[in-house]
T-cell receptor, first 114, second 110 residues
Framework: NAGVTQTPKFQVLKTGQSMTLQCAQD?????MSWYRQDPGMGLRLIHY???????DQGEVPNGYNVSRSTTEDFPLRLLSAAPSQTSVYFC?????????????FGPGTRLTVT | TQLLEQSPQFLSIQEGENLTVYCNSS?????LQWYRQEPGEGPVLLVT?????EVKKLKRLTFQFGDARKDSSLHITAAQPGDTGLYLC??????????FGPGTRLSVLP
């Protein structure tokens, strides 16, 4: 049982490049989400999904796309990277949308855009 | 402006000391969580509180949810170096997603 896995661990992009951050969970959780963490800002919700085929925007969705074709995978796509997207990105999952469910985080992807 | 404020921002103490960190908001939350995050890792959930005035204990950690459900505190007794990390609170209003505070970075020196 690996929990929530994220790849890559580190990535450097040039402005305008695109890439996909991968996230997978093996706990059969319905609810998955993407956060970014910046110094002094806490974690901010980018996009989330309440089940396969269903996604919605969070607090800071601009510049990011997501899809959820399977329960296990929830990739985050940067369409045209900008220096403002330099951050640490965390994927998380929990069994359902209810607040009582424990949320599990992946180890993060540290992204630098030059 | 942040929906959730945490204080202090940084705290450095000696092993064996007690400490309290705070999480405050002007909003009422249905649920509030505390996480600990170590360098290079994702946050790990410590506790969820849902009832105003609720107190939960986890070994040397005591969590309290304010009566009005707008604030919370985390008290650590006899801190140990293993308690070092970033402590995050996260609150959710009914029907909405969790919002995270900026965190308190704790360093416990041996």
């Amino acid at each position: 049982n690996a929990g929530v896995t994220q790849t890559p661990k580190f990535q450097v992009l040039k402005t305008g490049q695109s890439m996909t951050l991968q996230c997978a969970q093996d706990m059969n959780h319905e609810y998955m989400s993407w956060y970014r963490q910046d110094p002094g800002m806490g974690l901010r919700l980018i996009h989330y999904s309440v089940g396969a085929g269903i996604t919605d925007q969070g607090e800071v969705p601009n510049g990011y796309n997501v899809s959820r074709s399977t329960t296990e995978d929830f990739p985050l796509r940067l369409l045209s990277a900008a220096p403002s997207q330099t951050s640490v990105y965390f994927c998380a999952s929990r069994r359902g949308q209810g607040f009582s469910y424990e949320q599990y985080f992946g180890p993060g992807t540290r992204l630098t855009v030059t | 402006t942040q929906l959730l404020e945490q204080s202090p921002q940084f705290l450095s103490i000696q092993e064996g000391e007690n400490l309290t960190v705070y999480c405050n908001s002007s909003s009422v939350f249905s649920s509030l969580q505390w996480y600990r995050q170590e360098p290079g890792e994702g946050p790990v959930l410590l506790v969820t509180v849902v009832t105003g005035g609720e107190v939960k204990k986890l070994k040397r950690l005591t969590f309290q949810f304010g009566d009005a459900r707008k604030d919370s505190s985390l008290h650590i007794t006899a801190a140990q170096p293993g308690d070092t990390g970033l402590y995050l609170c996260a609150g959710a209003r009914y029907g909405q997603n969790f919002v995270f505070g900026p965190g308190t970075r704790l360093s416990v020196l041996p």
